[in-house]
């Protein structure tokens, strides 16, 4: 009787050993699986691609075709120098899909006259990236 | 009498616990607020919780204010989760709920790259920790120092957490810190360099062929054009046209050879310590 | 048997004390209480909530009925409030009274109807006079009706609120707002390239954009005067020079359409602070 007893005691502690342990490594599992992320890599690359569509004449897709070539052949090689955001790349496919070729260039030139840090006081300012704030503009805007 | 009296009390209790079951005292409302969070009802979960709070009048103050925090942390809004913890650290006088939230409050940290303040939190545990807490304060560190970019010591205590009959496994945790590309390499200062001398050559060295031939192209093109322009016309005509377009690129290339060796370099290092993790999770099975 | 009766009974009524002893967090005063506490902790989402319930337990509480539409407003839900207003009091809208008409138009006005504040005015006959002008005067404003507001404030005078009077002066105010003219601009910057911006107060732009067209076309100048018609130099300058020119031309239209914008936007944005600002 006493034997049995003993016995039954070692298996209720392997038991509550058996538990605990199972317990404490799901835990530290638990830990491993949430700050496996910390470290990762995001690539928030803008796809300009979406600029080939959308179309409405041969001009346009000449132009967004130069667009596609400055962004991802010429662009990507300079370190951000334009003070605005849309960039002035982006403000001019923008400007000419919006108001036709010739208009729509023509803004886009103006634009490219007014990229200096000059005039602060006629724009917004995005506080986190420091750029000034010029959407694109419609030619047929009222007011 | 007998007859009516017995059915009218049985009627009265009926009636009377009909009543009260549309009613909820503070352990109803904890309970539902507990069954919410559950079921992960989160924004439902924390207002029953805000309520049992206002009425508890001092009552059961730190389990509220932890259960609140967890479900901030569920939902990301960390900054609102560290209020609610460091108010419940401040409130419970139990101290294994104490070690908990500083955990709690360490993983926050960790989460939002705070490494720093996750370290401070951690150093504040006391010493005397069961074995399950002081693992679980090694490994943190660890990941904390990794963080911080202090692999010496995040190392160490990588490798206090395998047990020393593990040699497979702690050689391969020492071999992944030893290896100096997995965690210095590219060097982002050498990729700066080497495009300084030569563009596209930091950009080379990295391993991103494409930039590289795109940037020396761009920049040897408008030497080229600058030396045209010298022969064609004049001097200040190549000074006037080529040269501020050179140094556009040029500066633009050796600035981003550092960032794509940056941003390589983070990549290994993520490689390198998922895989640490990897082998401390199967020492544990 | 009579004892086991009475038994019994204390047995009943104990069972019902402890019950009522026990408090329900979820009855009206209790609900109340704790809406309030989360209306002043400025936890409006969550107190609307509370007060829905507040409102469906007593549809006759017009206290709650206000303190649940002003939640929806403090948690910008403008247009849930407005629907409340249409749900609460179909039939009796045009006899709002005063705290409850005046918080419609709070959110009439931050939801930018402002056609519809005029024409509440109009037709709500509880509210007295001075406030009714200060309204529609304001909302004449946020609508940029400058005209039209400037002869809303000739025909009703001045009332002793601060509001309106202040209202006045911004009326006044607009009215003498002197525009640039879009087309002289670009005319300007046709003679001579820049001017057009100058003309708008654009000082600094408009010597950048005479700069960049005139180091262009002195370049192309150069070129042409090199190597005459045939000069590559010259005509991809020549290109530059009349592209910049060209688009300061637009550039100069646009700039006196802005320029004229802004001077709206600094009027109405005077209004609309003075308007919603105490709110």
């Given amino acids: 009787m006493e034997k049995i007893h003993r016995y039954f005691n070692l298996l209720l502690l392997a038991f509550f050993i058996l538990i605990i342990n199972l317990t404490v490594f799901s835990q530290s599992k638990k830990d491993i699986e949430m700050l496996n992320g910390i470290f990762d890599q995001q690539n928030q690359k803008t796809d300009y691609k979406t600029y080939m569509r959308g179309n409405s004449n041969e001009f346009q897709l000449l132009a967004s075709g130069l667009f596609l070539f400055y962004k991802s052949l010429i662009s990507s090689q300079d370190g951000n120098h334009c003070v605005f955001n849309p960039s002035c790349s982006v403000y001019m496919i923008q400007s000419i899909k919006k108001n036709g070729i010739l208009i729509g260039f023509s803004y886009g030139i103006d634009r490219l006259m007014r990229c200096n840090r000059l005039t602060p006081e006629n724009y917004e300012r995005f506080e986190t990236t420091n750029l000034l704030s010029d959407p694109v503009w419609e030619s047929n805007e009222k007011e | ?285 | 048997m009579k004892k086991n009766k009475i038994i019994i009974l204390i047995g009943v009524l104990l069972f019902h004390t402890q019950l009522f002893n026990a408090q329900n967090l979820k009855d009206t005063e209790h609900t109340k209480k704790f809406a309030d506490y989360l209306f002043k902790s400025r936890q409006y989402v969550l107190a609307s909530e509370e007060y829905e319930r507040l409102v469906f337990n007593d549809s006759l509480n017009n206290q709650a009925k206000l303190k649940l539409i002003q939640s929806y407003r403090f948690s910008n839900n403008f247009k849930v409030a407005l629907q409340k207003f249409d749900y609460f009091f179909k039939d009796s809208l045009n006899r709002l009274q005063p705290d409850f008409a005046e918080e419609f138009l709070k959110n009439l006005i931050l939801e930018k109807e402002n056609e519809q504040v005029y024409s509440y005015l109009e037709k709500n006959s509880v509210l007295e006079e001075g406030f009714r002008q200060t309204y529609q005067l304001g909302s004449l404003l946020l609508k940029k009706n400058w005209d039209t507001a400037f002869n809303y404030a000739l025909k009703h005078p001045v009332t002793e609120s601060k509001k309106n009077a202040d209202l006045h002066v911004i009326a006044f105010r607009s009215k003498q707002i002197k525009y640039k003219k879009p087309f002289n601009a670009a005319l300007f910057s046709v003679i001579i390239p820049g001017t057009g911006k100058m003309y708008t107060k654009n000082w600094k732009d408009g010597l950048v954009s005479l700069m960049f067209v005139s180091v262009n076309a002195w370049q192309a100048y150069r070129g042409f005067n090199k190597s005459g018609k045939n000069s590559v130099y010259g005509w991809v300058f020549a290109g530059f020079a009349t592209s910049f020119y060209i688009g300061n031309v637009f550039g100069s239209y646009k700039s006196a359409k802005k320029y004229n914008k802004k001077l709206d936007d600094e009027i109405y944005n005077e209004a609309w602070h003075l308007m919603v600002d105490d709110f």
């Fill in chain 2, 1 to 285: 009498m007998k007859y009516i009296m017995k059915p009218g009390i049985l009627w009265l209790m009926i009636f009377s616990l009909q009543f009260h079951s549309y009613s909820q005292n503070l352990e109803q409302t904890i309970e539902f607020a507990d069954k919410q969070f559950a079921q992960q009802n989160y924004q439902l979960a924390v207002k029953e919780y805000q309520r049992a709070l206002f009425f508890a009048d001092g009552k059961k103050l730190d389990y509220l204010y932890q259960q609140i925090a967890h479900a901030f942390f569920i939902n990301k809004q960390f900054g609102q989760a560290l209020y609610f913890y460091e108010l419940s650290y401040k409130t419970t006088k139990n101290d294994s709920i104490k070690t908990e939230i500083i955990f709690n409050k360490s993983q926050c940290y960790l989460l939002t790259g705070d490494y720093k303040h996750s370290e401070f939190e951690l150093m504040n545990l006391k010493d005397s920790l069961s074995v399950y807490f002081t693992d679980r304060r090694k490994f943190y560190l660890a990941v904390s120092y990794f963080g911080m970019e202090d692999f010496k010591k995040s190392e160490n205590y990588f490798l206090s957490l395998l047990p020393e009959n593990e040699k497979e496994g702690r050689s391969e945790v020492y071999k992944l810190f030893h290896t100096k590309k997995n965690l210095y390499r590219p060097n982002p200062n050498t990729a700066k360099v080497l495009s300084m001398i030569l563009p596209g050559s930091g950009q080379m060295y990295t391993g991103d062929v494409n930039n590289s031939l795109n940037s020396l192209l761009l920049t040897g093109s408008f030497v080229m054009l600058g030396v045209v322009m010298a022969q064609e016309y004049s001097i200040l005509d190549a000074i006037l046209t080529a040269f501020p377009w050179f140094t556009r690129y040029y500066k633009g290339g050796y600035l981003s050879a550092k960032k794509i060796a940056q941003n390589k370099r983070a990549i290994r290092r993520d490689k390198t310590y998922k895989k640490v993790l990897e082998i401390i999770n199967e020492s544990k099975n």
